[in-house]
């Protein structure tokens, strides 16, 4: 079975509750949303296709070589669980190995999450609110989501825009304090956006939130500021 890949590399993680660990990241192709401010744009697949396929044995390969000590392997992309049942076969030999799996997720395909949850250590889940992707809701799948992803280590992060409305962010909070308030959760201003007010609104969100999420912080791409990818 071979993976499309983009790349894959050693980084400090840059975003979320493990800001500052190293790990190695491996860049699956293709998404199936297509946020208006998405960082990674050449991941999703419309514009280049400038992927790789890989081998599982190539891939681990390049894992192990890159490895050095690092804290996880991060699945990330585009989706990586677009190609889940590459990354079924690829969680057995990581564990093997003693890398914890750590996946970065738009947290809405809920089945495939399911098939792997038991190999995975580390979930960072997305929440996509409309209004900031310009795309339509997944409150269902992402709750849903929520839920398998509950039996690991699973934090959550939104992403706000200048368009990001209040009603959306409290739709968010609600799905996720229903479901576990101690969870981290991280409220991300849109880097492109920095310097156009976003982080007042994410000021105001994050007052909001601790009503009800005592974890909630607001977070910046860290890895943007270290000028590395
Ligand atoms: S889910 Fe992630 S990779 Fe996909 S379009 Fe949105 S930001 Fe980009």
Same mark, same amino acid.
């Given at each position: 079975m071979n993976a499309k890949i983009l790349e894959i590399f050693q980084s400090i993680?840059?975003? %979320?509750?493990?800001? %500052?660990v190293r790990q190695v990241f491996v860049r699956f192709f293709e998404c199936n949303m297509h946020c208006v401010w998405c960082d990674t744009p050449a991941s999703i697949g419309d514009t280049t296709r400038n992927y790789k396929e890989f081998s599982l044995e190539e891939v681990f390969q390049q894992i192990q070589k890159q490895?050095?000590?690092?804290?996880s392997v991060s699945l990330t992309g585009g989706e990586p669980l677009l190609q889940k049942d590459f990354i079924k076969e690829l969680l057995p030999l990581m564990k093997k190995a003693r890398m914890l799996a750590y996946l970065e997720t738009n947290g809405i395909l809920p089945e495939s999450l399911e098939d792997i949850v038991?190999?995975?250590?580390i979930i960072a889940m997305d929440i996509k609110m409309p209004s900031s992707t310009k795309q339509k809701s997944y409150w269902k799948e992402h709750e849903k989501f929520l839920k398998i992803a509950l039996a690991k280590d699973v934090f959550i992060k939104a992403v706000v825009s200048g368009d990001t409305e209040k009603s959306d962010m409290i739709k968010t909070i609600e799905l996720v304090s229903n479901i576990d308030p101690t969870l981290h959760f991280i409220i991300q201003p849109n880097t492109f956006e920095l310097k156009n007010g976003v982080m007042k609104k994410c000021l105001e969100f994050h007052d909001y939130s601790l009503k009800y999420l005592p974890n909630a912080r607001v977070m910046p791409q860290m890895h943007k500021f270290m000028r590395i990818r």
């Amino acid at each position: 079975m071979n993976a499309k890949i983009l790349e894959i590399f050693q980084s400090i993680q840059g975003e %979320g509750k493990y800001v %500052g660990v190293r790990q190695v990241f491996v860049r699956f192709f293709e998404c199936n949303m297509h946020c208006v401010w998405c960082d990674t744009p050449a991941s999703i697949g419309d514009t280049t296709r400038n992927y790789k396929e890989f081998s599982l044995e190539e891939v681990f390969q390049q894992i192990q070589k890159q490895w050095r000590d690092c804290h996880s392997v991060s699945l990330t992309g585009g989706e990586p669980l677009l190609q889940k049942d590459f990354i079924k076969e690829l969680l057995p030999l990581m564990k093997k190995a003693r890398m914890l799996a750590y996946l970065e997720t738009n947290g809405i395909l809920p089945e495939s999450l399911e098939d792997i949850v038991d190999d995975l250590d580390i979930i960072a889940m997305d929440i996509k609110m409309p209004s900031s992707t310009k795309q339509k809701s997944y409150w269902k799948e992402h709750e849903k989501f929520l839920k398998i992803a509950l039996a690991k280590d699973v934090f959550i992060k939104a992403v706000v825009s200048g368009d990001t409305e209040k009603s959306d962010m409290i739709k968010t909070i609600e799905l996720v304090s229903n479901i576990d308030p101690t969870l981290h959760f991280i409220i991300q201003p849109n880097t492109f956006e920095l310097k156009n007010g976003v982080m007042k609104k994410c000021l105001e969100f994050h007052d909001y939130s601790l009503k009800y999420l005592p974890n909630a912080r607001v977070m910046p791409q860290m890895h943007k500021f270290m000028r590395i990818r």
